[in-house]
């Protein structure tokens, strides 16, 4: 018994020096999800620092016990264990979401030691779970158990319980669900967004044995996992953990808007005070002096320039439409502050559906409101739209032409340093392929107010993609634009520059660096990827006899597949396509990161170099 | 006024015709799959013969009730009872899965008369009708929507989160019916991955539960004069039996997608022309 109490006292200490490097992450990093980490400490402290079997010399170790943090959002704590516990040193705390750091915005396995997934996309770790229980289980391992600990909001989406459903059909007593039922989510509270309750009556109709405890309460979580992990035959095993969002700091406990946001320096030394903290001791890491390897790139045509992340323009685009239109209804998934549908739901509540973190439903109800003449517009983030909801776009919209309005937000690697998991790269080459299926990407805010409008009025499905980042406004309010027709910017007869999306304003600051040699570039603003204007493209490329796509995505199936085809049908000259080079990124800010993946107007110009060197007649040369 | 009884004699014999025209839409087509849509045939008949309200002369009648089967590759039971129902001529059923037709192997809405969704990926069928329910909802109508979903595909987790939105928008109009006939195309559903214990899982998404005889047209029909009654979701588990009325595919896994040879379409008319006489004597 007195031991118990003990143990219990030494692992409240620990989550206590958890929450504050947690703490101390984010206010450096100036981003990140502190409430979820929060809530979620007590549980993840007493994993790794009492039931864990893990071996911090030997990441890799096979008879470890495995540990999936689900709500990959909530990494800073998972990060911070490690850390504490000597997988890498506590340095690396200080420079979480950075470009070239090993702690990546959202869990990647491959970069920091002692991750046994990588993680950022919700409701897929519990699969996984199930996937490592059962190779555990072949590999006739008994000790090794399997720990997942899930978000609340993450429940609703179906994975979750497809991955319920498998562990009970496979008995898995090696496997431990925790759900870190903190009551809230992204966009509010779980009982408004999407009541999950009665929760545990969910798990137990799904053949699990449940455990309900206070998640903050270190005996009560020390008792359930003790409990789980003894009667593994009776598993699998879900611990239904009631917390409380940003537990231990006051002002951020219980608070939705603390999700994703991080302190000021009077917030975080008041929190750390909370916290056990001395903001005036010496801190336990601190930034690295010096300066870092990247710079912020040089503009030539827009320094300075008015800025403007495109997802503000759709966001007030949308409430435009909502006044004028009474057909237009908007659906989300939980993160309506992100994607701007937010000032939509507060004027026009009665056509706005809240549909939780269940992207897959969300188009297929979207589907449904179409079939009854409405125009759905429906807003998430580009990755999960276009993948997680793929087949349900393909199948309940497109194939029965329905006019869903797939309006995402997250486009490319705007998203810089959330990580890979929240960087839409592969999404236009995705939904490009879908018959029927028109793709529009938005140069800038203007061009943005002016697309949603007329993908409003277009028929069939559209697929809209937005920025999160600002980018330059290149466009007056008054420009016109049609679906299906690229926009000349600028008329030059060396070299075609075909652009789209938040690389029009690169192309066009790397026509000032070639316009500054000499070299005369034409620059299209190609904002329907499909259907493309084949016309105006086979006819500039012609003139130009050679040309360069620049495009915030991979290489492949995005504009430069879709150029390529073209200029293939009907007239093929050398082209070069700047963009990502089939890879993931990382995080990082978007300017660097732009650099970093050869993405920026200096690549673009030497492409530009490059192709105009291998036009026939010409000596090949590659200036770089 | 036809009384309930008469009501359920003409339900079964209307299944009856239904079946007939099921075996020999595969059996013609030499591809299909009967056994799934041999199951769900009393619940398709009462749903279109008597507690739906729709216009088969006007198939967008805007007042209409919408039925989507989810469980798309049971389309030859919905043309036969949309046929039957009068939604288009008869004759065409023979031209089921056949190039050219309008009745494709999976559902093709454009296409069919009286279809409402096309569908044949399972999972999807419910989120659509939630739409469709909320849909009502703007437009102040009275009218309901009706989803079967197979057992099988209660696997995909698009059905739960489903689920949970239809119960979180308390949408009332909309009734499900689940055609739990135990079988899917790689085994019985208990061992591929078991769905129970079905009406606690439905319970627990706060759906009002209620458990059929899939076979018989009275329990069906109480259940959703219960339903209307109650408030919604409704959920409607019906124990069936796959390839059901016709001997040799009762129960029969083997049975979910396979045409009939010469014999077997010969002994499985012999079968359903058996059950009309009983059905005729009693």
Redesign the interface.
């Known amino acids: 018994m007195e031991s118990r109490k003990r143990t219990v006292a030494g692992l409240e200490r620990k989550a206590a020096l958890i929450r504050r490097d947690i703490w101390r992450m984010i206010f450096l990093s100036q981003s990140g999800h502190p409430g979820g980490s929060f809530s979620a400490a007590d549980i993840v402290t007493a994993l790794y620092f009492h039931f864990l079997r893990v071996d911090p010399k030997n990441p890799g170790w096979p008879l470890r016990d495995r540990f999936i943090l689900s709500k990959g959002h909530a990494c800073p704590l998972w990060y911070a264990c490690l850390a504490e516990l000597g997988f890498f040193p506590l340095e690396h705390l200080a420079c979480l979401r950075e470009i070239d750091g090993i702690l990546q915005g959202h869990p990647d396995m491959r970069k920091t030691p002692g991750l046994d997934m990588s993680t950022g996309s919700l409701g897929q770790g519990l699969s996984i779970g199930v996937g490592m229980a059962l190779g555990l289980r072949a590999a006739g391992l008994e000790e090794p158990r399997v720990h997942v600990v899930l978000g609340d909001g993450e429940c609703?989406?179906?994975?979750?319980?497809?991955a319920a459903?498998?562990a009970?059909?496979f008995r898995l007593g090696n496997l431990i669900a925790f759900i870190d039922f903190n009551d809230l989510q992204l966009d509010g509270h779980c009982h408004d967004v999407?009541?999950?309750e009665?929760l545990a009556?969910?798990w137990?109709?799904?053949?699990w044995r449940v455990l309900e405890i206070d998640g903050n309460d270190m005996g009560q979580v020390c008792d359930a996992v003790s409990s789980a992990r003894e009667n593994g035959s009776g598993g699998p095993w879900a611990i239904v953990a009631r917390t409380v969002k940003g537990r231990g700091v006051s002002f951020m406990e219980n608070r939705c808007e603390w999700h994703g946001k991080a302190p000021d320096r009077d917030e975080y030394e008041r929190g750390l005070r909370e916290l056990g903290g001395d903001p005036d001791a010496d801190p336990r890491f601190s930034r690295p002096s010096g300066p870092g390897r990247w710079r912020t790139a040089q503009r030539l045509l827009f320094a300075g320039a008015r800025e403007v992340p495109t997802r503000d323009a759709y966001g007030e685009a949308l409430v435009e439409l909502g006044r004028e239109r009474v057909d237009v209804?908007v659906l989300e998934a939980d993160i309506s502050k992100s994607t701007r549908t937010q000032e939509f739901s507060r004027l026009f509540p009665?056509?706005f559906?809240q549909?939780?973190i269940?992207e897959?439903?969300?188009?297929?109800?979207?589907?449904?409101?179409?079939?009854?003449?409405?125009i759905?517009f429906v807003s998430t983030y580009s990755v999960f739209a276009s993948m997680r909801a793929c087949?349900?776009i393909r199948?309940?919209v497109a194939?029965?032409?329905l006019p869903v309005k797939l309006a995402v937000s997250h486009g490319g690697l705007t998203p810089g340093n959330d990580g890979v998991t929240h960087q839409g790269t592969e999404d236009l080459g995705v939904v490009r392929t879908i018959p029927g299926m028109t793709v529009v990407v938005p140069a800038d805010a203007a061009a943005t107010k002016a697309l949603v409008r007329e993908a409003a009025s277009y028929p069939g499905p559209v697929y809209l993609r937005f920025t999160r980042d600002p980018v330059p406004v290149l466009y007056g309010p008054e420009e016109e634009f049609r679906i299906g027709r690229g926009k000349v910017l600028r008329e030059g007869g060396d070299v075609l520059l075909v652009a789209i999306g938040d690389m029009v304003w690169v192309a066009l600051e790397a026509w000032e660096r070639l316009r500054r040699e000499g070299v005369a570039a034409c620059v299209v603003d190609m904002h329907t990827l499909k259907p493309i204007d084949a016309d105006l493209l086979g006819a500039k490329a012609a003139n130009a006899g050679c040309a360069v796509t620049v495009e915030d995505h991979q290489v492949q199936c995005g504009l430069g597949g879709a150029v390529a085809e073209v200029l293939g049908d009907r007239c093929p000259v050398p082209l070069a396509r700047v963009g990502l080079a089939d890879t993931f990124a990382e995080s990082g800010t978007y300017d660097f990161l732009l650099q970093k993946y050869r993405m920026d107007p200096m690549t673009v110009a030497a492409a530009a170099r490059d192709v105009i060197g291998r036009k026939e007649g010409r000596p090949h040369g590659n200036p770089r | 006024m036809e009384t309930l009884v008469e009501r359920v004699r003409r339900i079964r014999r209307q299944s009856l015709t239904v079946r007939r025209d099921i075996v020999e839409m595969i059996h013609a087509a030499g591809s299909g799959h009967p056994g799934g849509s041999l199951s769900c045939v009393e619940i398709l008949v009462a749903l279109y013969f008597d507690a739906m309200r729709i216009r088969p002369e006007d198939p967008q009648w805007a007042e209409r009730d919408r039925f989507i089967l989810s469980k798309g590759h049971a389309a030859p039971a919905l043309y036969a009872v949309l046929a039957e129902r009068g939604f288009f001529p008869r004759g065409e059923l023979t031209s089921f899965s056949a190039a050219g037709s309008r009745l494709q192997k999976h559902i093709?809405?454009?296409q069919v008369p009286g279809a409402?969704?096309?569908t044949?990926?399972l999972?999807?069928?419910?989120?659509?009708?939630?739409?469709?329910?909320?849909?009502?909802r703007?437009?102040s109508r009275d009218r309901r929507v009706f989803v079967l979903l197979g057992d099988g595909e209660s696997?995909?987790?698009?059905?739960?989160?489903?689920a949970?939105?239809a119960?979180?928008?308390g949408t009332g109009s909309l009734v499900a019916f689940l055609d739990h006939n135990q079988c899917q195309v790689d085994g019985r559903v208990k061992d591929v991955?078991?769905?129970?214990?079905v009406e606690?899982?439905w319970?627990?998404?706060?759906w009002d539960v209620r458990r059929v005889d899939g076979h018989d047209p009275a329990a069906i029909l109480a259940a959703l004069k219960a339903a209307r009654e109650a408030p919604g979701p409704h959920m409607i588990v019906a124990d069936t039996v796959k390839g059901r009325g016709v001997s040799f595919m009762e129960d029969r896994v083997e049975w979910h997608a396979r045409p009939l040879n010469a014999e077997q379409y010969r002994q499985a008319v012999l079968d359903l022309e058996a059950e009309e006489r009983r059905l005729a004597s009693s």
């Not at chain 2, 696997?155 to 489903?162: D, I, K, L, M, S």
């Open positions: 609703d989406e179906g994975q979750v319980w497809e459903m498998a009970a059909k999407m009541p999950l009665p009556d969910k137990r109709a799904f053949n209804v009665d056509r559906y549909c939780g269940a897959a439903d969300t188009v297929g109800i979207a589907a449904g409101l179409a079939t009854t003449g409405r759905p087949e349900q199948t309940s194939y029965p032409r | 093709d809405m454009h409402e969704l096309s044949g990926s999972g999807q069928g419910l989120s659509v009708a939630v739409g469709m329910c909320l849909a009502d703007i437009d696997q995909e987790g698009q059905v739960w989160e489903a949970m939105a119960a979180h928008f991955c078991d769905i129970a214990p606690e899982k319970r627990s998404f706060r």
